[in-house]
């Protein structure tokens, strides 16, 4: 059994902040594991640091996307992604992954509607084919691994957003732009939370 639930604190300035919490209670063996994430509070680190480190990393990554010729909306698809679940290493490395995949599921669903829009109509294959994506996106998320529903929607989106004729190159072309998001939002909390908090 697992219980997923959201806990409200408030500060001591009146200021709330909801801080996701993960449960996972074994009723079997009696174990219980409680996991707490906590965002960064202005006690830990400079507000004004914050916003510095963001606003730059925010311009090379644009830049960076620019450079490599790759779409810079999509670089904040893969910022987005990172924030979305964890906020650690691990989970920026699997949030992405799930935006990689949702890439290639929407890849392969364009090439899977243009078949049967031949054979049926576009306002058949199209349906058809969303409810077919949707359950197998929806049942990965039991996934031990690579369950981030958000982030293959996140690749979904990106990919029907971005109007490009199904190929791996287009795939890795919207990856690469997540990729330099992630990491950039990965810079933009593990640098203030490390280097600003101990200057």
Same mark, same amino acid.
């Given at each position: 059994?697992?219980?997923?639930?959201?806990?409200?604190?408030?500060?001591? %300035?009146?200021?709330?902040?909801?801080?996701?919490?993960?449960?996972?209670?074994?009723?079997?063996?009696?174990?219980?594991?409680?996991?707490?994430?906590?965002?960064?509070?202005?006690?830990?680190?400079?507000?004004?640091?914050?916003?510095?480190?963001?606003?730059?990393?925010?311009?090379? /990554?644009?830049?960076?996307?620019?450079? @490599?010729?790759?779409?810079?909306?999509?670089?904040?698809?893969?910022? %987005?992604?990172?924030?979305?679940?964890?906020?650690? +290493?691990?989970? +920026?490395?699997?949030?992405?992954?799930?935006?990689? $995949?949702?890439? !290639?599921? !929407?890849? $392969? /669903?364009?090439?899977? %509607?243009?078949? $049967?829009?031949?054979?049926?109509?576009?306002?058949?294959?199209?349906?058809?084919?969303? @409810?077919?994506?949707?359950?197998?996106?929806?049942?990965?998320?039991?996934?031990?691994?690579?369950?981030? $529903?958000?982030?293959?929607?996140l690749g979904l989106v990106a990919w029907f957003a971005a109007h490009l004729e199904p190929s791996l190159e287009n795939v890795a072309?919207?990856? !690469?732009? !997540? +990729? %330099?998001?992630?990491?950039?939002?990965?810079?933009?909390?593990?640098?203030?939370?490390?280097?600003?908090?101990?200057?």
């Amino acid at each position: 059994m697992q219980v997923h639930s959201q806990l409200m604190l408030v500060g001591q %300035i009146g200021q709330s902040q909801l801080i996701p919490v993960e449960n996972r209670l074994d009723c079997r063996s009696g174990r219980f594991r409680l996991q707490v994430v906590t965002p960064m509070s202005h006690s830990q680190t400079s507000l004004r640091g914050y916003i510095t480190v963001t606003v730059i990393t925010a311009s090379l /990554a644009a830049a960076s996307a620019l450079a @490599f010729s790759l779409p810079v909306w999509a670089m904040f698809v893969g910022w %987005i992604a990172f924030f979305t679940r964890g906020l650690t +290493t691990r989970s +920026t490395i699997e949030n992405l992954g799930c935006v990689w $995949l949702g890439l !290639g599921v !929407g890849a $392969l /669903a364009a090439l899977t %509607i243009s078949a $049967l829009a031949l054979v049926l109509s576009v306002s058949v294959a199209l349906p058809l084919v969303v @409810f077919v994506v949707a359950l197998i996106v929806v049942g990965l998320r039991g996934l031990p691994v690579l369950n981030n $529903l958000l982030g293959y929607f996140l690749g979904l989106v990106a990919w029907f957003a971005a109007h490009l004729e199904p190929s791996l190159e287009n795939v890795a072309h919207l990856a !690469g732009a !997540g +990729t %330099i998001g992630s990491v950039a939002g990965w810079i933009s909390h593990f640098i203030p939370c490390r280097v600003l908090k101990t200057a």
